[in-house]
């Protein structure tokens, strides 16, 4: 595949105190990518370095095509009408507005408002249909959703799906892992300044040694100090919670033990380990 995005060695410190520690990672053509971490990880940071609005101290960035960036925070004259908008940016880049992309972010609903008269989710989609103005190849999203309602969400994502499909490279910054779960197709995980994990999102929530979690509600309150297959977690609103490996093995010796002793099983909730607890894990103690 065609790298599009090559960050090599990125070295960024502000106040002598490094941001950034010589990370690297590609991305592909046609491909979402995201771009993890916590409140000072080097998120915003690495994006800014990316799209040249932040210079770095050492390191390498080659991009392979044009480039549309949202930024995470991003104005526009309060006076200004969403079509004004977009009629002048498509100026500026000396190229027509994509009708099909405009009506895809629901614009036609707002075209005619002032900027100030807009909610923070139609100005975030107003946003995006600039930054995507001329037909970019590579798009750079920093939190797109943020303010976003259920539609709006919806009609975002499957724009983004259907511009990868058309080639595009999409470069996502989110806290949303669930929206990263659905789109992405690699994640990059950010820890003080280094890449902590990159890969998948299958391989990361494969690489534990728990994959499953399970809550059991019985008649009899029950703990079990020797399991072979689970452990015991605690209890919570009635729940005695397991974590498990295999879920086979797990939620057997789990049913048999408690038809063994009695217990009856009032209801039970199974839980994959998800993206989401993944990355806690890697934020709060690092990856194995």
């Known amino acids: 595949m065609k790298e599009v995005i090559q960050v090599s060695s990125l070295m960024k410190s502000y106040a002598n105190k490094k941001i950034l520690d010589e990370i690297s990672f590609s991305a592909y053509q046609g491909e979402i990518l995201a771009l993890l971490g916590t409140n000072g990880a080097g998120k915003t940071t690495t994006l800014e370095c990316i799209e040249g609005l932040r210079k770095y101290e050492n390191g390498e960035i080659k991009l392979s095509g044009q480039l549309g960036v949202q930024l995470q925070s991003s104005s526009l004259p309060d006076e200004i009408h969403a079509k004004e908008a977009l009629s002048l940016f498509s100026k500026w880049n000396h190229t027509k507005f994509d009708k099909s992309v405009f009506d895809a972010l629901g614009i036609s609903e707002f075209g005619n408002k002032q900027y100030k008269q807009l909610s923070t989710g139609q100005k975030r989609r107003l946003h995006l249909a600039i930054a995507l103005i001329g037909d970019p190849d590579i798009v750079i999203l920093d939190e797109p959703t943020a303010g976003l309602d259920v539609e709006g969400r919806v009609a975002l ?132």
């Open 157 to 288: 994502h499957r724009l983004i799906k259907k511009l990868r499909y058309d080639g595009k490279t999409f470069l996502i910054a989110s806290h949303d892992m669930a929206e990263v779960e659905e789109l992405c197709d690699r994640v990059v995980i950010l820890k003080d300044g280094k890449i902590e994990y990159q890969g998948t999102v299958d391989e990361l929530t494969q690489n534990t040694q728990e994959s499953y979690h399970i809550e059991l509600k019985t008649n009899n309150k029950m703990t079990f100090a020797s399991l072979k297959f689970s452990t015991w977690i605690g209890e919570s609103k009635g729940y005695q919670s397991y974590d498990i490996a295999d879920l086979n093995q797990g939620l057997a010796e789990l049913i048999n033990i408690h038809n063994a002793n009695n217990v009856e099983i009032i209801d039970l909730n199974v839980e994959k380990v998800s993206l989401e607890n993944r990355f806690m894990e890697i934020a709060k103690e690092g990856i194995a």
